[in-house]
């Protein structure tokens, strides 16, 4: 089937695949972006080879992957492009378009899970410790800014938000002092996040703060006079490292996002259920969750090759 018509038709069809990952999945707008990308790609490759995708079968699927394969592409991005195929089979197979899914019985490249990077302890008490008498020295305008980050931390260290949710927070978001926060996450989920007494205490400073410097009630909890109203996840980034350096940790290992993965690991190491983490983190797909599982069996064994007598005596030479 060469000529325009298949093409005509398969792009129709990946349109209306798109509505309906955004209307009724509430796919975030960067992910409409990626699944268009690879199933254009994947629309190209059937029709170069005279089909459709109605008419793709399970060995197009394979000789695709197979195809990426031969040019280097990433694991990831290989796994990531036969899952859109996936879900756009499956569409059009619950709408009655094809008889079948040719994807839904081909097998993703296996790729090592790769572990995030956390903090030590240690290294995480420097940085509250830092934060804290930052906020505690400074004076005018700096104690604003100081105290800010220090909030910031604190809701980031109890919270393990996505930065993006943590600087969009709300004003109100703590003006009542709850025990919870809502957060709007991927996708329009919402979920409660539990915010520990300590967090809240230096937010209620620091909200003490914010009504003296603010005339108006401002949109955000952590407000900016720039363009988008809120402090941005590059200035917040930026302060981080400006903290490791003063806390004697090393600035390349501090981010937010490692700051989650401190807050993640933290709570599956004191027996925390993976279903609850998962809920406080907000991943759709407990398989995401499961990772930090890795880097506590990680912890296990480097603790195990460390201190364990026996590991200890076989590393000594023989005597």
């Known amino acids: 089937m060469t000529g325009s018509a298949p093409a005509s038709h398969d792009h129709r069809h990946l349109s209306r695949f798109l509505e309906m990952m955004s209307a009724e999945r509430g796919a975030a707008k960067n992910s409409i972006a990626a699944y268009r990308r690879d199933l254009e790609l994947w629309i190209a ?10 008419e793709a079968s399970t060995q ?27 879900q756009f089979h499956g569409f059009l197979h619950g709408e009655g378009k094809a008889k079948e899914n040719p994807a839904a019985i081909v097998e993703g490249p296996r790729a090592s899970p790769r572990l995030p990077k956390i903090l030590s302890d240690a290294d995480m008490a420097a940085l509250l410790l830092t934060a804290k008498e930052q906020a505690s020295k400074a004076e005018d305008a700096a104690r604003f800014k100081a105290l800010r980050l220090y909030t910031l931390l604190m809701i980031l260290a109890a919270s393990g938000l996505r930065v993006s949710e943590l600087i969009t927070l709300p004003y109100r978001a703590l003006s009542g002092g709850d025990e919870f926060l809502l957060i709007k996450g991927k996708g329009g989920r919402e979920r409660l996040v539990p915010l520990s007494p300590e967090a809240r205490q230096v937010a209620g400073t620091y909200m003490k703060l914010l009504r003296e410097t603010y005339e108006e009630e401002p949109k955000f909890l952590f407000p900016s006079r720039g363009a988008q109203g809120c402090l941005t996840r590059q200035h917040f980034a930026l302060e981080l490292k400006a903290l490791a350096g003063a806390a004697g940790v090393d600035a390349e290992k501090v981010s937010p996002h490692v700051l989650r993965h401190v807050f993640a690991s933290g709570l599956l190491a004191a027996g925390a259920d993976l279903r609850a983490v998962q809920q406080m983190l907000g991943h759709a797909d407990i398989s995401t969750t499961q990772i930090y599982t890795h880097v506590q069996a990680q912890r296990l064994q480097e603790a195990v090759a460390t201190y364990h007598p026996l590991a200890r005596k076989r590393k000594s030479p023989a005597g």
């Not at 490759?45 to 109605?54: D, H, I, P």
């Not at 197009?60 to 031969?70: L, T």
Request: positive net charge; hydrophobic residues 45%.
């Open 60 to 86: 197009n699927v394979r000789d695709f992957q197979a195809e990426a394969e031969a040019h280097g592409l990433a694991r990831a991005t290989s796994a990531r492009r036969l899952s859109a195929i996936k």
């Open 45 to 54: 490759f059937l029709k170069a080879r005279g089909t459709s995708v109605l």
